[in-house]
């Protein structure tokens, strides 16, 4: 069965600075994709970034972007120039087929 | 575009009630649809996902039951509710007809039972 974990249950960063939050998974699957979401505290699920496991290259988004590491299965999102906006949870989550599992998050606080 | 509802957003209700959570989503034809629940300070634990009418899939055995009686329309059930039941679920959409791809969350229903 595949799992996500992440290792950093809660983080602060000061506005404007960069932050990376962690997240490593576990699967025999070749073929998978990977998110990061945010829920801000209107609960509210909003998608980040999403990596397709087959390309090489890491996603980016504006602020956001990856590190994917296929072969060390660890996926970690850096924000940079970090916004009072971006406080929130972040989740990672791993999905095969219709199969998409959740890790425990991360509490990211942006401090002025 | 699509808009994915869900209702009602906050529902307060007595151990061994009933329960009906609505989702609905607009601007697509057969999309893969889900159901998730999300306990106080956790990640997401799937309960259902249908990909057709009439097509359910359950991943975690319990008290709850899901319908698809509409090609947009996903309903959440029990008969009678437990404690443990209490949290936010969120419905969830992607397109069909090819791999699996980014899921779309709903604003959630924030579930008490008491």
């Known amino acids: 069965a595949q799992t996500v974990t992440q290792s950093q249950p809660e983080m602060s960063v000061q506005e404007a600075e960069t932050v990376t939050l962690s997240c490593t998974y576990d699967t025999s699957e070749n073929n998978y994709y990977l998110f990061w979401y945010k829920q801000p505290p209107s609960r509210q699920m909003i998608l980040v970034i999403r990596?397709?496991?087959?390309?090489?290259q890491n996603a980016t988004e504006n602020r956001f972007s990856v590190n994917f590491q296929k072969a060390a299965k660890s996926f970690s999102l850096k924000i940079s120039d970090s916004q009072l906006g971006d406080t929130a949870m972040y989740f990672c989550a791993f999905q095969n087929n219709n199969d998409m599992r959740f890790g425990a998050g991360t509490r990211l606080t942006v401090k002025p | 575009s699509q808009t994915i509802h869900q209702w009602p957003a906050t529902l307060v209700q007595p151990v061994g009630s009933p329960l009906s959570l609505e989702c609905t989503v607009e601007g697509t034809s057969n999309p893969n649809l889900y159901w998730y629940r999300q306990a106080a300070g956790r990640g997401l634990q799937l309960l259902f996902y249908s990909v057709g009418i009439g097509q359910i899939s359950s991943e975690v055995p319990q008290n709850l039951s899901a319908s698809r009686p509409q090609d947009r329309q996903f309903i959440l059930s029990s008969k009678k509710l437990l404690l443990s039941d209490s949290g936010f679920y969120l419905c969830a959409w992607s397109w069909a007809g090819g791999p699996a791809d980014t899921q779309y969350f709903g604003p959630g229903t924030r579930l008490t039972v008491l």
């Open positions: 990596q397709e496991a087959y390309k090489q």
